[in-house]
């Protein structure tokens, strides 16, 4: 049994890729996507979420798509926007400290919570290296989360990172500052921008 064209043409939109939600908004059962693995037809490459067989699937994008909260942060969206050349291991998610990262994804992201309030702070969007658009956040906001959070992210990432922001056509200095502020981080800006700037 083929897979139903309906199912193939909505995977193929979304670049191959489809969720039980998606399946169901189509006015098929959930139990179909299952069916289709167990005849080869598709993989299931997470909880809910499902690639026709034989294509590539695009890691960021499927986390993303488990969670509305999750946004992409610290050394994976500094990897997103092209601000380190160092493909992370385990990916950086930041979510309000009000949600929770769903249970099948902690072996697979370094998870970091925010005040809900500081959330949006700084939300953007980019491309994987697939070419699906992604959550993830901008420059100024990663340089003030990376420096918050030292603790967790090795000296030499830091390091590359701030030397590729101050050599970045795109930085906004005053809203690193406004950032700066907001997240306080002020202080450690100043140490590592000053030698470079």
Known sequence: MPVNPIVVEKAK?????ITTK????????KAL?????????????????????????DDMYTIMLRSEKIVFSHETAIFLLGLSNRTPFLHSVTIPSNASLPSSLKDECKCY?????????????AKTIFGNVVRCY????????????????????????????????????????????????????????????
């Open 13 to 17: 939109e979304n670049h191959n890729i």
């Open 22 to 29: 998606q399946v169901m908004e189509l006015g098929f059962s």
């Open 33 to 57: 996507l299952p069916k289709y693995v167990k005849e080869g037809l598709m993989e299931r490459v997470r909880q809910g979420v499902y690639i026709l067989a034989g294509e590539s699937h």
């Open 113 to 125: 919570y925010i005040k809900p309030e500081l959330y949006s702070v700084g939300l953007a969007e």
């Open 138 to 197: 901008n420059a100024e906001r990663c340089v003030c989360d990376i420096l918050r959070d030292q603790n967790r992210v090795d000296e030499e990432t830091i390091l590359d990172f701030i030397k590729s922001y101050a050599a970045y056509e795109k930085k906004d200095l005053n809203r690193l500052a406004k950032y700066g502020q907001i997240f306080h981080t002020e202080k450690k800006i100043r140490t590592y921008l000053e030698v470079l700037l």
